[in-house]
């Protein structure tokens, strides 16, 4: 209510919905509010459209509100911070090493498995790795 009061006085802007933009953006901790809040409080005038008693400190910040105002007041910074944090994510990724996540059977088992027409199919949480046994004979 204090922001409405605020915004009644002059003292604070609203955007009218038709002169906003609003983007998708990921949740990702390089995205996250801690990162960008101060990085958002360097672009001339967008305090004037938040309220005054949001800080970190305080976890007052409603981050879909956030977006919108920081993307309507600099859309290209903000699609460069979100294509950069992508590009990163995805060479990081390129450059990860995947380890197989495949169990090795000895023969004496796998002779074994192969006498039984078998489906099985098991997500562990816990190790992130899929169990799945498709035996037919």
Not at 87 to 106: C, D, F, G
Request: glycine share 2%; net charge positive; with cysteine.
């Amino acid at each position: 209510m204090t922001f409405l009061h605020h915004v009644f006085k002059n003292k604070k802007k609203l955007f009218l919905k038709s002169e906003t933009r609003e983007l998708n953006i990921p949740h990702w901790p390089e995205l996250g509010l801690k990162q960008m809040w101060p990085i958002a409080h360097t672009v001339p005038g967008l305090p004037d459209y938040l309220p005054s008693d949001w800080t970190l400190a305080n976890n007052k910040i409603e981050r879909r509100f956030f977006w919108v105002i920081f993307s309507t007041m600099a859309p290209d910074y903000v699609g460069d911070l979100v294509n950069d944090a992508r590009t990163q994510r995805a060479e990081y990724h390129l450059n990860k090493k995947v380890i197989p996540k495949t169990l090795p059977v000895s023969a004496e088992w796998a002779e074994k498995l192969l006498m039984h027409a078998a489906h099985s199919s098991k997500y562990l949480p816990q190790t992130g790795f899929y169990f799945i046994c498709a035996l037919f004979n």
